[in-house]
């Protein structure tokens, strides 16, 4: 399966400030990936679809100038938590499909602490 | 809308035992796909298995099986002569065809007792 990668893995940012978080796909090149996320004991929940070359698409309740998704490139898409606050602690895990077996493959995800 | 339901949120089973995860799911659409993740203390998803709703025979991946009854619209995870390995949280998950997100259910978090 394609490698994905992450960074950074765990971030600590004091409330009010925006921390960017990058997706990788080292081998394979995505039009589309998902921003998925993850609170403590619960399910991974999709934020939104990063389409490469144009605008993302937010899910119900995720908010779009909150949450700033960037895929300038088949193998990057960035996520920025913009003027972070301790709710917006979690774990933050992107995936891309893998095509024709339509399952996906899932970066390591990062943890964000917002102080 | 699809959603995914498992009504266990806690298993147990004993080493070398079998034990079977519960998923539910419901799709208005006849093109689907399901799977089973398993999320270690890591919190890396790992797939598990893949069924093609389309397909009636169970997949089966050495000692994971599922019980898919695609009328009841249930699909079940057997995990056969358990291993310590194999404590996670597990979550069923459906998608539609193309490049459309997984749904996940909530979760099911296994124990191994050795």
């Known amino acids: 399966g394609a490698v994905v990668s992450q960074h950074p893995s765990w971030v600590i940012c004091k409330s009010g400030t925006s921390v960017k978080i990058e997706c990788r796909s080292l081998?394979?090149?995505?039009?589309?990936m998902f921003w998925y996320r993850q609170f403590p004991k619960q399910s991974l929940m999709l934020m939104a679809t990063?389409?490469?070359?144009?605008?993302?698409?937010?899910e119900q309740g995720v908010e779009k100038d909150k949450f700033l998704i960037n895929h300038a490139s088949l193998t990057l898409s960035t996520l920025t938590v913009t003027s972070a606050h301790p709710e917006d602690s979690s774990f933050y895990i992107c995936?891309?499909?893998?095509?024709?077996?339509?399952?996906?493959?899932f970066g390591p995800g990062t943890r964000l602490t917002v102080l | 809308a699809q959603t995914v339901t498992q009504s266990q949120p806690e298993m147990s089973v004993q080493e070398a035992e079998t034990v079977t995860l519960s998923c539910t799911y419901d799709?208005?659409?006849?093109?689907?796909?399901l799977f089973w993740y398993k999320q270690p203390p890591s919190r890396q998803m790992i797939l598990v298995i893949r069924?093609?709703?389309?397909?009636?025979q169970n997949a089966t991946e050495n000692r994971f099986s599922v019980n898919f009854q695609k009328a009841a619209k249930s699909f079940s995870l057997k995990i056969s002569d358990s291993q310590l390995g194999d404590a996670a949280m597990y979550f069923c998950?459906?998608?539609?065809?193309?490049?459309?997100?997984?749904?996940f259910g909530k979760g099911t978090r296994l124990s191994v007792i050795a």
């Open positions: 998950a459906s998608k539609n065809s193309g490049n459309t997100p997984l749904v």
């Open positions: 081998d394979f090149q995505a039009t589309t």
């Open positions: 990063s389409n490469e070359g144009s605008k993302a698409t937010y």
């Open positions: 995936s891309l499909p893998s095509g024709g077996r339509h399952e996906q493959f």
């Open positions: 799709t208005s659409e006849s093109d689907y796909y």
């Open positions: 069924q093609e709703a389309y397909k009636q």
